[in-house]
């Protein structure tokens, strides 16, 4: 069951605080941003390869991959579902948590950020949100708090784009 912190003040207008699906979030550090989100692409990328050969696609055959998952995408059951499991979006919630009257008592991994860790970690949160019975809009809650946590580690379009002189008035070098 949740508990309630000896004091939370969260600082009107912080750049790291955000409201999303009726809460206050708040934007972990860039490194952790970073782990959850190469744990979320690496809990991604197995699944939807593991369902491909399960069904019986030839994986090595991209027209066969993307017929399949264009015939899966929008089944409860589908490939892009399993692309984000529940227990990521736990993690991610539990990380991002800054609910000023209710602490979380699933312990963080703080040594061992493992994906293994992460998906035991949010589990531990979605049972306890449940349990909590909070009147929280998941769905809202899960895309800015993956907006704000991926906006932390990659870089802006505007940053991509004076990186590669996208857009920049520079003369393109001759080609031959």
């Not at 699906?21 to 809990?43: H, I, Y």
């Not at 090595?60 to 579902?81: N, R």
């Not at 950020?113 to 998906?119: G, I, M, N, P, R």
Request: charged fraction near 25%; aromatic fraction near 6%.
């Amino acid at each position: 069951m949740m508990r309630r912190p000896e004091r939370r003040r969260i600082p009107a207008g912080h750049r790291l605080y955000f409201e999303a699906g009726g809460l206050t979030w708040r934007q972990p550090r860039p490194s952790v941003c970073a782990r959850l989100t190469q744990a979320q692409m690496g809990v991604s990328i197995p699944m939807v390869r593991m369902a491909l050969v399960d069904s019986g696609v030839d994986i090595s055959d991209p027209d066969a991959v993307e017929k399949a998952m264009h015939e899966q995408a929008s089944s409860a059951d589908g490939f892009l579902a399993m692309s984000s499991t529940e227990e990521m979006m736990g993690a991610a919630l539990g990380v991002c948590w800054a609910h000023p009257d209710f602490d979380l008592e699933t312990p963080w991994p703080r040594l061992r950020l493992s994906v293994d860790a992460l998906l035991e970690y949010g589990a531990g949160v979605l049972e306890e949100l449940h349990e909590a019975d909070l009147d929280i809009d998941f769905g809202a809650a899960y895309s800015a708090v993956m907006d704000r946590v991926q906006s932390a580690v990659l870089p802006a379009n505007q940053e991509v784009d004076d990186l590669v002189g996208n857009g920049s008035t520079a003369e393109a070098p001759p080609t031959s």
